[in-house]
């Protein structure tokens, strides 16, 4: 049975001050973090459970805006230290971060440890951390019948190039895997993207989603492929978080549908596109944590027109 | 009343020689040029008129390919000197063409008279030539009710720079611009991408089509945008002529269907996406002379599957 406090959705990731220098301006320790943009995205449809660490240092009313909103921060702990912090930049057409800066901190020692509702979750995202914590998580789950439960990774070059065994043994254990294009072509060891897509389905996940930024996303399964543009934006001011607001929106569709099958994985896409959107036109949160679902629902429906034939 | 000669179809542009270099291979003196692999591209739909020249040197094998498909090569001219050639490589990622060497040869004094019957057909094509070349072909077409004749322009980063009132002018007097995105935000002025496209409507034509190579195309329009991503390819051998057989299909497409407004471009960019498609798997010509209207029909068909939500 499921527990009264068991969200629909967790997922265990980093909660982040970031200084970001874009063409469009800079901002400076504000909110960011892998798990922080997912759960806005995601708690805009669906109860979120939140594992995560920030140090003592980590500001009140970003705890407050958080908690504000459908997210459940029992397992986001506070630990002695400072909260991780990441400095980049953005150049040009900023298709691609500078990392200028990363100071774990908190983070260095951190060690998910899930509530008992939190195993119970039936969508859980592994946002991008070293593997060896992404299997901590996954063996803490509580057990689930086939089907019951879907879970989806996502992984970064480093780990690729550091830990690719104990990244092999994740994707056996996930259901999805969720990677950028260069990401997809390097761990497949494929330059054509559609091949490397292919390849990583191989790899065990039954689904793998590839992001290409303003180019949009392509989903791989074994019975279907998929492509959907990114939302027509006119103005991108930060990109930091598009993915892992996309992984919010995708999660947060699902979870509020029940579902989880390829057809719903894709339709589920349109949102992650649509929180993407709405995170990259502003500096960290801001959009995010403002925008409305009705207002989701109207940029989904745009971009439903953009692709329908 | 059209003459019984007129084509469905007429398209001013080059016949080539092409020299190329591939991370797939080279390959010499090989039947290349906008107006071929359009014609090829189109006449799997429909009539087409091809106005070009070509050198003494021209061989014969490749002016049979021509005339064994559905194309009129009426005013395919026949000039002292040496053929149209381009030599050029690609590298990589073979997202765009080095270009080593350009022997205008026939071409510098190319001026382009249309039969007739060319003169009166309802499609019509300028692919890519200096501005004043296209202004001269607008001239020569018979006069058409408003909505009887369909005309886009391509154009390049060298008419940009160099031509641009000439161009301007040209957009004025065309229904349809169909550029790649480099070249959109060069005459747009705007980095991005959205933004540069609506800018271009604004300086006549009623759509924009702009092709973004492996990463699809966008059709922007007073009434409506779309995105379409390209066919899903595990191999490229040689993009060159990926533009000029995306608008080959497309406007073949078009001039079969015998209509023309927003929603039937949207469904012709698919058929431009397969004969592009075909294009690059091989080098010159060599799919595009030899895939049939079923072939086409079976990927347009997996590409609506690939994109239906």
């Known amino acids: 049975m499921t527990p009264p406090t068991t969200p629909a959705l967790t997922v265990v990731g980093t909660v982040a001050l970031d200084d970001v220098t874009t063409p469009a301006g800079t901002a400076e320790a504000v909110l960011g973090g892998s798990a922080t943009y997912f759960s806005l995205a995601a708690s805009l449809f669906a109860r979120v459970g939140l594992v995560g660490v920030v140090g003592r240092d980590f500001p009140g009313r970003f705890r ?8 459940d921060l029992t397992c986001l702990e506070t630990a002695p230290g ?13 298709n691609a971060a500078t990392t200028l800066r990363t100071d774990l901190n908190v983070l260095a020692t951190f060690s998910p440890s899930l509530a008992h509702g939190h ?32 879970v989806v990774a996502d992984t970064m070059n480093l780990w690729i190039d550091t830990a690719r065994d104990g990244l092999l043994e994740v994707l056996r ?15 497949a060891g494929h330059r054509n993207l559609i091949s490397a897509g292919r390849r990583l389905l191989s790899y065990g996940p039954r689904f793998v989603l590839v992001k290409k930024g303003e180019h949009g996303a392509f989903l ?6 998929f492509a959907l543009p990114a939302y027509p934006l006119e103005e991108v001011r930060d990109p930091t978080g598009a993915g892992d607001s996309f992984a919010g929106g995708l999660m947060g569709a699902l979870a509020a549908s029940g579902r989880s099958a390829t057809p719903d994985v894709a339709r589920a896409m349109l949102y992650g596109a649509v929180t993407a ?10 959009a995010l944590a403002r925008v409305t679902r009705s207002e989701v629902e109207a940029r989904a429906d745009e971009l439903r027109r953009f692709v329908t034939l």
């Open 277 to 286: 959107s709405f995170a990259v036109s502003t500096f960290s949160v801001d």
């Open 173 to 187: 254990r996930v259901d999805g895997l969720l990677v950028n294009d260069e990401e997809a072509r390097s761990l």
């Open 119 to 150: 195993r119970h979750a039936p969508y859980v995202f592994l946002a991008n951390t070293a593997p060896a914590i992404q299997l901590s998580v996954l063996s803490q789950l509580a057990p689930a019948a086939p089907g019951a439960r879907l």
């Open 64 to 71: 407050d805006l958080l908690g504000g909103r459908d997210i």
């Open 220 to 225: 791989f399964a074994r019975d279907r492929q």
């Open 82 to 94: 400072a909260t991780f912090r990441w400095a980049g930049r953005y150049d040009g057409a900023m």
